[in-house]
């Protein structure tokens, strides 16, 4: 996973408001910045990503992993830090400013996290929310008759105003996203009677983004693209200003939900090497494990799915010796799977043909690798190539006949 570090900037530096998409619509979300979306009989404006590359902050700020203890943090920091944490600029200067008790231009980080959070609160026992709720569940049974058409109009928009997210698509099944998608979509439309009870799916899905890559910055594509899809369908029946600013309030309410958790869960990846193991006596989340697992040589799929076999009590971790037993496991259940039989009788099958001009395939193989990933060459630097082959064969023929 990715952590973001901003700078402070000065005071007199404006901040345009953004509108943060929720990373649950995308498995591993990557955007890039577009212009306003566009309008159809709306007249607000609909949500955007900025185009400006965020500016940094001093590494001791981790945008989601929170500031290092004994820290303060300035307002012009505080607003950075909130931007990436689903807030809107005016939003995060309020918050800082109703804050900063003692009103000496500096929070301590938890003041930091209470002002964060203070917002969710606000929002939810507001008459405003319960208005918006009210509006999102009056036109859900519409989006319902035609979810499928709806979904698919999210993702043909997300595809072409934002091509550079396809290929983390790539060996995603579509059908199966697109079901998950419109689960998630239910889920917080009938939930929003009880925010409560839903707000621990969501953080759930936070920190299981972070394992997909997800980073903050690339949420309000995802966000302005679901918008759309739900103002095609809703244009002719109940699509108006109140309603697209209603699904626009508790879409910020969910982003901000899932960065609070998606923060502590990149503070917790912190202590885990993804070679070395994880230290003693930590616990390993979900989105940890699969970040983990991946640089051990799994899929996203599969390390989502060797996870949530191995939780046996279901409280969202596992211990140092679980996380080792989880991953030795998805082998053992490849190999004593029907699949490796078939995989085994191919390899042997076509490895006498593979024999007879093996000298052809491991030239083939260096040229290849060298000619395709040049930064690999200096790791041969020094080395008899001949006999490097001739290893290489050997290791090869071990294999196939093991």
């Known amino acids: 996973s990715r952590c973001l570090y901003f700078f402070s900037v000065p005071a007199r530096m404006s901040y345009s408001p953004r509108v943060a998409a929720a990373a649950a619509l995308s498995p591993r979300g990557a955007m890039s910045p577009r212009g306003e979306l566009p309008r159809m009989d709306s007249t607000i404006p609909l949500p955007r990503l900025e185009s400006q590359a965020l500016p940094r902050l001093e590494s001791t700020v981790d945008a989601l992993g929170g500031i290092a203890e004994g820290l303060e943090m300035t307002q012009e920091s505080f607003v950075l830090y909130a931007?990436?944490?689903?807030?809107?600029?005016?939003?995060?200067?309020?918050?800082?400013?109703?804050?900063?008790?003692?009103?000496?231009?500096?929070?301590?980080?938890?003041?930091?996290?209470?002002?964060?959070?203070?917002?969710?609160?606000?929002?939810?026992?507001?008459d405003e929310f319960v208005e918006h709720r009210r509006l999102l569940k009056e036109c859900?049974?519409?989006?319902?008759?035609?979810?499928?058409?709806?979904?698919?109009?999210?993702?043909?928009?997300?595809?072409e105003e934002n091509p550079v997210v396809k290929p983390l698509f790539e060996g995603i099944h579509m059908e199966t996203q697109k079901r998950m998608l419109a689960s998630v979509l239910n889920t917080l439309v009938n939930g929003l009677d009880d925010v409560g009870a839903i707000v621990p799916k969501l953080q759930k899905l936070g920190q299981r983004h972070v394992g997909y890559g997800a980073t903050p910055e690339y949420y309000g594509a995802v966000g302005g693209s679901l918008?759309?899809?739900?103002?095609?369908?809703?244009?002719?029946?109940?699509?108006?200003?109140?309603?697209?600013?209603?699904?626009?309030?508790?879409?910020?309410?969910?982003?901000?939900?899932?960065?609070?958790?998606?923060?502590?869960?990149?503070?917790?990846?912190?202590?885990?090497?993804?070679?070395?193991?994880?230290?003693?006596?930590v616990e390993m989340t979900q989105a940890a494990f699969v970040a983990y697992a991946m640089a051990r040589g799994l899929s996203a799929e599969e390390a989502n799915a060797t996870f949530e076999a191995a939780d046996e009590n279901k409280d969202g971790t596992l211990q140092a010796e679980e996380v080792e037993k989880a991953l030795q496991l998805s082998i053992q259940h490849y190999v004593a799977s029907s699949n490796f039989e078939e995989h085994r009788q191919a390899l042997k099958g076509c490895w006498p043909k593979v024999l007879e001009d093996k000298d052809t395939v491991i030239d083939n193989f260096y040229n290849h690798l060298f000619e395709q990933n040049p930064g690999v060459v200096p790791l041969f630097e020094g080395i008899h190539m001949e006999t490097q082959k001739r290893m290489l064969g050997s290791i090869l023929n071990t294999l196939v006949n093991g």
């Open 140 to 159: 859900w049974p519409t989006v319902l008759e035609n979810k499928d058409t709806v979904i698919n109009q999210f993702y043909d928009h997300l595809f």
């Open 83 to 126: 931007l990436a944490r689903g807030l809107s600029a005016d939003e995060a200067n309020a918050v800082f400013e109703e804050a900063d008790l003692n009103h000496d231009g500096t929070l301590q980080k938890d003041e930091v996290e209470k002002a964060l959070m203070s917002t969710v609160t606000m929002y939810v026992t507001s």
């Open 227 to 281: 918008v759309y899809a739900l103002q095609k369908q809703l244009q002719d029946s109940h699509w108006c200003d109140e309603l697209a600013d209603a699904w626009v309030k508790v879409y910020q309410l969910v982003v901000k939900v899932m960065l609070s958790a998606e923060k502590s869960e990149r503070t917790f990846a912190k202590a885990v090497d993804a070679l070395g193991g994880i230290q003693e006596g």
